[in-house]
């Protein structure tokens, strides 16, 4: 018989100095500028997160994941970093910084934070160096700069598009007045790209995370872990040269900037670094690559775990759901790793919503959201357009079924509330993202799950702080809020708190057994401590395996698991 003493609480050293802490954490990410404002300017802070860490404590997660909050201009959400070694002052200050850490830490949450390597801003001082030195600096060099095609060099270097749209390639003006070289950047003008053959961003990298780790911090999230390195010969292939050479230019590690093999001495460098400390620092990578190539960054010697976003790009669909999920075990299992869940994020159109349109898998990516055929944000209103009950019945369902897998669960703030994603309620000139003032609003971005969250059923920004909020938040957010959920049984709130206290309890190995249901469209699976989760994706009602039911995203009828409903049971 187990005595209370073997238990661990949530603050004991042995949870966390526990090096495997993250393997099967319930992670829990945090936009800071639309969480919780402490001082009533309408953008959210580090205070404001501080001040919330008892909800995030009884939300029962085992970690936060803090998107950038370093001081930045805003042209891409704050991953257009100025400083990576500071704290926007707009959000606070290291003291700040230090005094979430530590709050965090007493109740038991570890913390991780986003490190944006590929780019800085425009405005990052090494930017700002580079564009008053000459051609051919050390300064330019820390950078891509190239000149540009043509007679005159006013062509960009190559054809290639940014992932925000419009060109990779922005032309600068010289100290001395005259039309200039060319700089790369991915993603927006304002992000110019590091060149990492360059020792000095190395060193400096190595030096950012040492910095952050020595504060306390237990994690990193990387950005475009994809990106880093890059091959530009002297003549740039087109995009059409690009694509001409298929998928295998992407399984071959043969891209110019996509993916390429020598970005993993980087992360072998850093597992260096996350081993200085103990526990040893965790990396999760975004790499949105071939699943092929995932891992290669979750390898031990690397970042240690990589996102899948498979089941996020996966429709509500039992047999996509066992495809993504058995697939992704066993890749995690090769790698050493421990497989990553996810649903929604602030890049993505939040899954209660994309569950109630007609085709999920359409709208996954909430940069595409809003393209041609998918204007549904745009125009149609979210009424209209989104079966809200659907949608939302069908993200408990899921989200239930993601907290019952053997991995990392990682969540998005307002998921716990059921948040729908803010369409049309977003004036165009209210807007903030990137890509949808350089796709000239075809693409209809990301603000809509970017809204700052409500707290309460009224007052100012429904409880986000004193005065405005820094996205519109639609009225009808007031029922969605914390407060509504917190007097409403069955709230998707509750079933979050419920979902994620008996998690903790309930994890064993990191393995699961699939049951047989006898129906296409039924997932059931075991998980080796005597507890089962069911998912019935369809509409008729499925039977439940045998055992006692511990919790059900929708409320069983006569005995029996309805559609769209999962439940678990021991
Ligand atoms: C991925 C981030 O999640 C996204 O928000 C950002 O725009 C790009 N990387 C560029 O940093």
New binding site residues.
Partial sequence: MPTTATVATRTDASRMDDPNWWRQASVYQIYPRSFADSNGDGIGDLNGITAKVPYLETLGIDAVWL?PFYPSALA??G??VDDYRNVDPRLGSLEDFDRMAHALHAAGIKLIV?I?P??SSDRHEWFREALAAPKGSAARDRYIFRDGLGENGDLPPSDWES??GGPAWERITEPDGTPGQWYMH???RE?PDFNWDNPEVRDDFLKTLRFWSDRGVDGFRI??AHALTKNLEDTLPSTADLEAQGEALYLEGRHPYWDRDDVHDIYAQWRKVFNEYNPPRTAVA?AWVHADRRARYASPEGLGQAFNFDLLQADFDAAQFRGTITKNLAEADASGASSTWVFS???VVRHATRYGLPAAADSAGG?MAGQAGKQWLLTGGRQQDVDVELGLRRARAASLLMFALPGSAYLYQGEELGLQEVGCEIADSERQD??FFRNKGVEIG?DGCRVPLPWTTAGSSFGFGAGGSHLPQPEWFAGSSVEAQEAKEGSTLALYRTALALRGELQAAETLEWLDTGRDDVLAFRRPNGWTCITNFGTEPAGLPDGEVLVSSSPLEAGTLPGSATAWLR
């Fill in positions: 998107s891409d959400g991953y257009d986003d944006v590929n780019h992932v925000f991915i993603f927006a992000q950005d475009v975004e994020n602030h890049d940069i990137p890509s990301r």
